[in-house]
């Protein structure tokens, strides 16, 4: 039977009289040791805030990484964090909640707006506990407060994640009641929406200066949907509204969380679309710190890695020495990682970063002539490159000081001519995240292959990742769209 634990942010959160259960705070899970290892685990985040980056939101983000069941995930904590990520999914439960609300006498209700909070799926008033379970399944949080709005029918209005020092004295023995029934169930995963639609539209930014694809590299992606049936356009951010449009949405612009990348991903997801890069992928390859946890829980071969705080900054020292190679938990194209000669650098890169997130990684410096870039597509080995560093410099990308980017070269290899366990590494790394595309970056050692991260957007240009495959690289991918568009068709996944 799984095992359940319950994370607060300090001891003190979880009053004397409150229900004896296994309760740890968050800094001693994300120290790791025999929680990280467990297997089995249940893991109920009553952090004080769940804000993108607080200890709160790492809690559910290395829970994810160790193969831990947990509330709410970042998906969620994502969905909650912006009105116009979950507006996606409220607006399937307005319908009950005006059959609902619509039903109760005038007095019991201000005229143009209510108040619900809900703990684990369960509320204090008997005629919604119905609307109180579809909002919980919706949106697997511990303590939501719900807001709702009535201009001419009542409408979810808002809806926010709580902490546990919300709940007043008079709700706590019915928060723990409901604590209470929610361990004593199974867990589900939460339903997935599905329709069946069919076009695909390429979301890219025409202004980005180290865009996953060139301009002649889209074009190559209109032809191939047109020589394979499939009517490819090109979408930009205004188009937001007009997603639905389309059967399948393929992102080819630098993603990132709190972005409209994102939000697009998800909405895509949530209509049943084909997406790639899937919103699942994009919280899993955009943060390193759930990366160097994820690859650590099973295995996968990477460069001496730490996760800090700023009370174990110096860890970094002691455990693996200098030069030591710093970084930002988001970052592309080289973005956000810096290299720390000795302490007082150390110290003063972390400074700058801790004010940007609770956790950073540290990793052990390797330098290697080049990086191997393993494209992977379906858990498939797709293209293969070595990207070289940048000239006098340890990076494929050197950024200048005017924010001009300068480049190392590539050689572009097919996916046979690699070393066999450098795909083997590729793949095992990749198979974590998702079913995707993905480039999977390793450094070759004396000791073997090493992962140094995996992105889920993958650069993609004409005249180097497709060198060898040709049109060949772009027909596949359009190809696998349409795969998946008939599967779904088909009424299958």
């Known amino acids: 039977m799984a095992e359940h634990l319950l994370l607060v942010e300090q001891?003190?959160?979880?009053?004397?009289?409150?229900?004896?259960?296994?309760?740890?705070?968050?800094?001693?899970?994300?120290?790791?040791?025999?929680?990280?290892?467990?297997?089995?685990?249940?893991?109920?985040?009553?952090?004080?805030?769940?804000?993108?980056?607080?200890?709160?939101?790492?809690?559910?983000?290395?829970?994810?990484?160790?193969?831990?069941?947990?509330?709410?995930?970042?998906?969620?904590?994502?969905?909650?964090?912006?009105?116009?990520?979950?507006?996606?999914?409220?607006?399937?439960?307005?319908?009950?909640?005006?059959?609902?609300?619509?039903?109760?006498?005038?007095?019991?209700?201000?005229?143009?707006?209510?108040?619900?909070?809900?703990?684990?799926?369960?509320?204090?008033?008997?005629?919604?506990?119905?609307?109180?379970?579809?909002?919980?399944?919706?949106?697997?949080?511990?303590?939501?407060?719900?807001?709702?709005?009535?201009?001419?029918?009542?409408?979810?209005?808002?809806?926010?994640?709580?902490?546990?020092?919300?709940?007043?004295?008079?709700?706590?023995?019915?928060?723990?009641?409901?604590?209470?029934?929610?361990?004593?169930?199974?867990?589900?995963?939460?339903?997935?929406?599905?329709?069946?639609?069919?076009?695909?539209?390429?979301?890219?930014?025409?202004?980005?200066?180290?865009?996953?694809?060139?301009?002649?590299?889209?074009?190559?992606?209109?032809?191939?949907?047109?020589?394979?049936?499939?009517?490819?356009?090109l979408i930009q951010r205004r188009d937001y509204s007009r997603l639905a449009e389309y059967d399948a949405l393929f992102i080819r612009e630098t993603t990132r969380i709190g972005h409209h990348t994102f939000r697009f991903a998800?909405?895509?997801?949530?209509?049943?679309?084909?997406?790639?890069?899937?919103?699942?992928?994009?919280?899993?390859?955009?943060?390193?710190?759930?990366?160097?946890?994820?690859?650590?829980?099973?295995?996968?071969?990477?460069?001496?890695?730490?996760i800090l705080r700023k009370e174990n900054l110096m860890e970094a020292e002691s455990l693996i020495g200098y030069p030591v190679v710093l970084k930002i938990p988001e970052g592309s194209f080289s973005r956000g990682v810096f290299r720390a000669e000795d302490r007082a650098s150390l110290t003063r890169i972390a400074s700058r970063l801790f004010k940007q997130s609770d956790l950073i990684l540290a990793q052990e410096y390797l330098?290697?002539?080049?990086?191997w870039r393993i494209g992977v597509l379906d858990r498939q080995p797709f293209y293969a490159c070595q990207y070289l560093m940048s000239p006098d410099h340890w990076q494929i990308v050197k950024h200048e000081p005017d924010g001009r980017p300068e480049q190392g070269g590539f050689v572009t290899l097919p996916v046979e001519a690699v070393p066999p366990r450098v795909i083997k590494t590729a793949l095992k790394a990749a198979d974590l995240i998702g079913d995707g595309l993905y480039g999977v970056d390793l450094k070759e050692t004396p000791a073997g292959p090493v992962v140094i991260e995996v992105n889920d957007n993958p650069s993609l240009d004409a005249g180097v990742e497709d060198k060898v495959l040709g049109d060949q690289l772009y027909a596949r991918l359009i190809g696998e769209f349409v795969t998946r568009l008939d599967r779904r068709r088909a009424g299958g996944r």
């Open 266 to 306: 998800k909405k895509a997801d949530s209509e049943g679309m084909v997406v790639i890069d899937d919103p699942d992928s994009i919280l899993r390859c955009t943060n390193k710190v759930y990366l160097a946890e994820l690859l650590a829980a099973h295995r996968v071969p990477r460069p001496e890695t730490l």
């Open 11 to 233: 001891q003190s959160d979880w009053k004397a009289g409150f229900p004896r259960l296994p309760v740890v705070t968050a800094r001693d899970y994300l120290a790791g040791g025999e929680l990280a290892a467990k297997r089995d685990l249940r893991v109920i985040n009553l952090c004080r805030s769940y804000r993108y980056l607080s200890v709160g939101y790492y809690c559910s983000l290395l829970a994810e990484a160790r193969g831990h069941k947990v509330i709410p995930s970042v998906r969620t904590i994502q969905e909650l964090s912006s009105r116009a990520l979950y507006s996606l999914a409220t607006e399937e439960l307005d319908g009950l909640v005006q059959r609902l609300l619509g039903r109760r006498k005038t007095s019991a209700l201000n005229p143009t707006a209510y108040e619900l909070t809900i703990c684990f799926g369960q509320c204090d008033v008997k005629e919604l506990r119905p609307l109180a379970r579809e909002i919980f399944e919706t949106f697997r949080c511990p303590i939501l407060r719900v807001e709702f709005r009535h201009h001419g029918t009542w409408r979810i209005g808002a809806v926010k994640a709580l902490p546990l020092a919300a709940i007043p004295g008079e709700g706590e023995a019915p928060l723990f009641s409901a604590l209470e029934g929610y361990l004593s169930q199974r867990w589900r995963q939460p339903r997935a929406r599905l329709s069946y639609r069919y076009d695909l539209a390429i979301l890219h930014d025409p202004d980005e200066v180290l865009p996953p694809s060139d301009t002649k590299a889209l074009k190559h992606f209109i032809k191939a949907g047109k020589a394979l049936g499939v009517n490819v356009e």
């Open 367 to 371: 330098y290697t002539p080049f990086d």
